[in-house]
């Protein structure tokens, strides 16, 4: 493997998340097919190796010193991949004695406690140094049940559950669990070379596992798993070359930790200036600069994230947008809106509403312009109306047939009519039930991060209901609907007060009664503003938009390019590897994806 290849690229692949453990693991696997170390035709053959190793199992089985066991040759059929010449094939079996322990039993006091360390999988963490357990047992427990004796330096795999092919070198005597098979490797076999080659084959460790909630892989399993064996002084070489990349691996990892947590803080910094910026000139320049610089400093979408919740909360708190002299303030448009609610009260076009409490100053979630004003969302709303939930089938409607919303219907921003069941046949909606064109939805219930999501219905969907468990509010017509929601849904007061209100039973479903969506505090801004903001918030979550899509083509670049290094770093043997050879070059943007200077 060329590490100077791997530096010169490192910029550029390491923002792919499992660049670190694809490199690792791309390590051990040429390690372990002979291609991380150059061969030495001086080296002692691996066949001639195995014989010596063959010997020993043989003479320590005849005096008793390790239980017999018959280990087949590897057929050429069953090779995984080449190896070099002078390397062979045989399994593991063949190269050490290997046996698991298992578990005393927990009612006898007399048990536990003693002075002998007994390790469990989940102790088992790729260290090569492991030493100390979480529990010990007594002699007692030793001579009542069956234990491996394993020795410092043994090798030892994981064989239960998640944590199959978790591997460990001994540092102190120990006994295990069932769960965990040791290893101590015959003259001529490495036990660092064995336990790399342990890493290197855990995918196939699982897959080779068996059952189902805690699925197994049996010692007689790995025993049959075939070993490329290398000559001794290779397997040193090996595991010297494997120790120094692994270093760099290291060194490559806090790099990028710290520059991703530069990355953080200069994030940080840039959207502490922008929600602290009071002039719009000062916040487009700070924007710009933000939108501008933030693929070079970026460590994913998250940072798009923060971008988008900061517009949001500068948008509801009216440091988007000016403020314009002219406007009729807050406190006018909510006198008008008063005015025409009575009247359509004393008309009978709609119930009496009853007057809800005043937010007190001290209450109020934050400060807001002069020309605003805090007010309860029932202040906005003229009248309101909710589904009904008769019996229906588990799919959605067809044809011309009746569906009724599910919740899931109202999403974020966005109104899913496919979400919904069917109606059983002969039942008809009661009258004022169906879904129409510019309705502003609200669900009741959902999980507490997703209740009183709310959304605007553009066009009238055919045959659709709602539920009870979907509100209907009928906004004032001096009001943007679209400002209300995207206050309702991305204000991080509002999403606060729902989940803080939301009552239930249940753990995953909650709800929130349509009294609590009243006494919501809303920042009213005068109407020309309102429209101005929602169109500001427009133009820069579209910005937002196509920055997300650079950064996933930058993304899928870096993951070709990984993809590049890795494949000349295994096809280039390593005594010809080469830093210069090119590699493919890639664009940082595609065609059509504007910058935004």
Not at 390 to 397: D, T
Request: glycine letters at 6%; proline letters at 7%.
């Amino acid at each position: 493997m060329n590490a100077e290849l791997l530096l010169a690229h490192f910029d550029r692949i390491s923002d792919v998340p499992d660049a670190i453990p694809r490199l690792r693991q791309f390590i051990l696997d040429l390690a372990i097919r002979g291609q991380l170390t150059p061969q030495d035709p001086n080296d002692e053959p691996g066949s001639e190796l195995l014989k010596w190793i063959r010997m020993q199992k043989a003479r320590m089985e005849e005096k008793g010193e390790i239980k017999k066991q018959e280990t087949l040759p590897v057929n050429k059929d069953e090779e995984p991949f080449a190896i070099p010449a002078n390397w062979v094939w045989t399994r593991l079996g063949q190269i050490g004695d290997w046996g698991s322990g298992s578990t005393p039993s927990r009612g006898g006091n007399d048990l536990f406690g003693g002075g002998i360390k007994w390790l469990k999988s989940g102790e088992l963490n790729d260290n090569r140094q492991l030493a100390d357990s979480e529990e010990t047992v007594t002699k007692l427990a030793i001579s009542k049940g069956s234990f491996r004796q394993n020795q410092p330096g043994d090798v030892l795999i994981a064989m239960y559950g998640a944590t199959i092919g978790k591997v460990a070198i001994l540092a102190e005597p120990a006994v295990t669990n069932q769960a965990v098979c040791g290893c101590t490797p015959f003259s001529g076999v490495s036990n660092l070379y064995l336990f790399n080659f342990l890493l290197s084959r855990r995918i196939q460790f699982h897959s080779a596992s068996e059952g189902g909630a805690q699925p197994n892989i049996s010692k007689i399993k790995i025993l049959g798993f075939p070993l490329p064996l290398p000559p001794l002084a290779e397997q040193k070489r090996i595991v010297a070359k494997v120790d120094e990349l692994m270093a760099l691996c290291d060194r490559l990892k806090a790099v990028r930790t710290e520059r991703e947590a530069r990355r953080d803080r200069l994030t940080a910094a840039s959207l502490h200036h922008l929600n602290n910026s009071v002039s719009t000139p000062s916040f487009r320049e700070r924007a710009r600069f933000y939108i501008n610089h933030l693929p070079t400093f970026t460590a994913g979408p998250r940072h798009i994230q923060q971008l988008r919740q900061t517009i949001f909360e500068l948008a509801a708190r009216g440091k988007l947008v000016e403020q314009n002299g002219k406007d009729e303030p807050a406190s006018e448009l909510l006198e008008r809106i008063r005015e025409k609610r009575a009247l359509l009260a004393k008309e009978g076009k709609t119930k009496p509403r009853m007057t809800l409490p005043s937010i007190p100053e001290d209450m109020e979630p934050f400060r807001l312009p002069v020309s605003w004003q805090w007010v309860r969302f029932d202040n906005l709303i003229e009248d309101s109306d909710a589904g009904w939930s008769p019996k229906s089938e588990n799919f959605p409607r067809s044809g011309n047939n009746w569906g009724v919303l599910k919740v899931s219907a109202v999403s974020w921003d966005r109104f899913l009519p496919e979400e919904n069941k069917q109606l059983l046949p002969g039942i008809i909606p009661p009258q004022g039930t169906q879904v129409n064109a510019e309705d502003f939805l609200i669900s009741r219930a959902n999980t507490s991060e997703l209740v009183a999501k709310s959304v605007i219905v553009e066009e009238k969907p055919k045959n659709l209901i709602l539920s009870d468990k979907i509100v209907r509010l009928r906004i004032a017509e001096n009001c943007n609907k679209k400002f209300l929601s995207m206050i309702n849904n991305h204000a991080a007061y509002a999403r606060s007060y729902y989940a803080e209100e939301a009552s239930g039973t249940s753990f995953s479903m909650k709800n929130v009664s349509r009294d609590v969506i009243y006494m919501l505090p809303v920042p009213l801004a005068p109407l020309a503003e309102q429209i101005r903001i929602v169109a500001k918030v427009d133009e820069l979550m579209c910005i937002c938009d196509q920055l997300e899509v650079r950064l996933s083509y930058v993304d899928a670049q870096s993951r070709a390019l990984l993809e590049a290094v890795l494949h000349h770093a295994l096809s280039d043997p390593p005594e010809s590897a080469s830093p210069t050879r090119p590699l493919p070059q890639t664009d940082l943007l595609p065609s059509g994806i504007p910058s935004f200077h």
